[in-house]
């Protein structure tokens, strides 16, 4: 029967150990499960014949945590855990989340920010002198110089602020075991810069092997572009075959060196290494707590493959498990399956079956075999590429074999389905039995938005290919006389996504009849494309600039829109009408306004406006009272910029920014410039205040200039005149809206308020 490896020198005794070749140090609870990046390192680690500590989620106010199992023979490995430490430990708003699934009982703040960092400056606290491995996804996307949102900065590679020796990047099982045999071997650690799947740091650039040298880092902080090409130099470089060394210097004595990618395992070692002796459990240290939850989600779920050639611009799989599919035997995951059916709390029910993307069990194309995944051409993205290999028949196999397993009731699978890949098989057998045997009543797959400008910045294909799957599924469905949904995983606030492409979101999920209860918030996370998208403004493949809602209120109004009747959102979705709102003021003025329109505009039905205004006119009032108070903090930013300007030079920016606001705003304006007669009762207020506001500005100057009184009227009524017909020959077309030409009203503005 499997055992748990040793969490106190207690279990150490009992095993007769006096000292552990490492003590691996971790930010989970202590999971014996294959899906727990510290099981397989363990286990593998073991089957070498290195005698493997845990601890588990230390005290990292206490140094003397870390020496709860002695000074390890060889070293100490660290794992933040199967999540990114900020990620675990914050909401897209930066918020604190309240549970941690990866702790006993849930429990939230048993692991530090930053963990990979903390844990490791904790060990050298005590012990300066062991040899500190890091690996996991928290050290594997932060490798190399990389934005973090969390602070809002470009940091430097972890290896450099851990002051650990050695980073393994990716899936590092054979990595780990060179590293250890090395040091084993009495190699120093310092002298172990040759293995593939590995970063190390240097005082001196090698010249031994073929390298790329990636911009510095202080020209990365000085220059956000600079930093959007050193990163798609790094991901054209993820390859195992074709990538080439990385270096990034940090200064002329500082280099942080990144070793190409590990080739993927081959299908003997992927089955070996989930044969290990796996508990399959957490310790038992944790019942009192009540167990550790993310256990739940994997305890009864296979994984069939690794890798993902779907390469999504938000996912980071592409930069640690890399492109290629290597994927375990049909052999090795139905005798996992078998071995479930003996477990005590097993119904017959296996959650799913597969891994990053569940229905990819081989390579893109023979190609990649021999020479990789194309460092600049995409698999699926924009359209399959000509070469892909689409077959669901091995997948299919291994289904069909996993639902013959005595015990066995259903087989479900989860993890996602690639749609576009499924219409890509010319065969359609495998769809039918997807739809027949393994949906329990709904299907979730990733469309993540509709606009297709949106979806080019994801890397995800065109809507018309959603809604291809969505028919045929349905086809499916009726045929089979089955009632199954899909149910479409949605993104808002991704780089590229407009308020205008915010509201097509919403108005397909209004004509779909569907109200998600869940909205993702993109979420910037260290080193994927979006992520730089995000942070430089820019697209790294073209270098173009990409428009970014960074606003916390922009983003909540997107995601609100895609829940209008959610009364949590009454004041964003009021907000958003009155901008939608405005929109069609403009378009079609005060006599033309239709609230029917602004209601399509914004995803929601007719009746939706009327929640919020009592009819057109209150509608009406409330955009403009938005422009005015718009007007207002603008009026304010600008007049708090230019406070120790000239009181000359104050008044013609003023005057420049009113001419601006009333030619991008022209119902505002038709409102503004009407006399009182033919000016609305309801609106001769704002008109009132407009003329009161202008009138001041010309005036203080004027005072300020000791300006007689008769010489004042006439400069004022001369300003307002060139305010007013330049915001009207802008908005008729008479005189085309450009700098070129609102210089020369600058010019007319400024020897106006010459003195005479």
Sequence with gaps: ???????????????????????????????????????????????????????????????????????????????????????????????????????????????????????CNLIRQTYRDVPVIIGGIEAS?????????????????????SQADLLIYGMGERAIVEAANALNDGMNIRDVTYIDGTV??????????????LPSYPAMQADKSVYARSFYLQYQNTDPFSAKRLIEPYSDREFVVQNPPQKPLTQAEMDHIYDLPYTRTYHPSYEKAGGVPAISEIKFSLTSCRGCFGACNFCALTFHQGRIIQARSHESIVHEAESLTHEKDFKGYIHDVGGPTADFRQPACKKQLTKGACPNRQCLFPAPCKNLVADHSDYLALLRKLRKVPGVKKVFIRSGIRFDYLLADPSDVFFKELVRYHISGQLKVAPEHVSDEVLKYMGK????????????????????????????????????????????????????????????????????????????GLDPRTMQPVYVPRAPHEKAMQRALMQYKDPKNYKLVREALILAGLEELNEYGIQHFSTRRVAKACGMSCAAPYKHFKDSHEFIAEILGYINRLYDAEQTVLLEKCKHDSAREQLVQVSMHYIRFLTEHPAFRRIVMQSFQDCDEE???????????????VSRYCEEVQMPPDVRKRKTFIVRAIIYSAALFFDNGELEYNEKNMEQVRGLLEREFDLP
Aim: net charge positive; hydrophobic share 35%; charged share 25%.
């Design 141 to 161: 996307l932060r490798r190399l110089a990389h934005y973090d949102y969390w602070s809002d900065k470009l940091k430097r590679s972890v290896l450099l602020d």
């Design 1 to 119: 029967m499997a055992e748990f490896l040793p969490i106190s020198k207690s279990d150490m005794k009992r095993r007769g150990w006096a000292q552990c070749d490492f003590v691996y140090i971790i930010g989970d609870a202590y999971v014996d499960h294959p899906s727990f990046g510290h099981a397989i390192i363990s286990r593998v680690l073991e089957d070498a014949g290195y005698k493997v500590g845990i601890i588990s989620q230390p005290d990292w106010k206490n140094p003397a945590s870390i020496s709860a199992l002695g000074r390890p023979r060889l070293g100490f490995l660290v794992m933040g855990g199967n999540m990114d430490s900020m990620v675990n430990h914050y909401a897209v708003s930066k918020r604190h989340r309240q549970n941690d699934a990866y702790t006993p009982g849930g429990v939230m703040g048993r692991r530090p920010d930053y963990a990979v960092t903390v844990y």
């Design 461 to 536: 294909p065109r809507h018309a290919v959603y809604q291809q799957f969505v028919r045929k599924y349905q086809e499916l469905n009726q045929r089979e006389h089955m009632d199954q949904y899909v149910v479409p995983y949605l993104m808002s606030s991704h780089p590229g996504c407009t308020m205008a492409e915010a509201v097509k979101l919403a108005e397909y999920l209004r004509d779909i009849h569907h109200q998600p209860e869940q909205v993702q918030d993109f979420y910037p996370t260290p080193s994927t494309l979006s992520t730089v998208m995000y942070y430089t």
């Design 683 to 697: 609106y001769r207020v704002l008109r009132g205040q407009m003329s009161i506001k202008t009138y001041e500005v």
């Design 200 to 213: 190390f740091r240097t005082r001196e650039v090698p010249d031994d092997l073929p390298a790329i040298t």
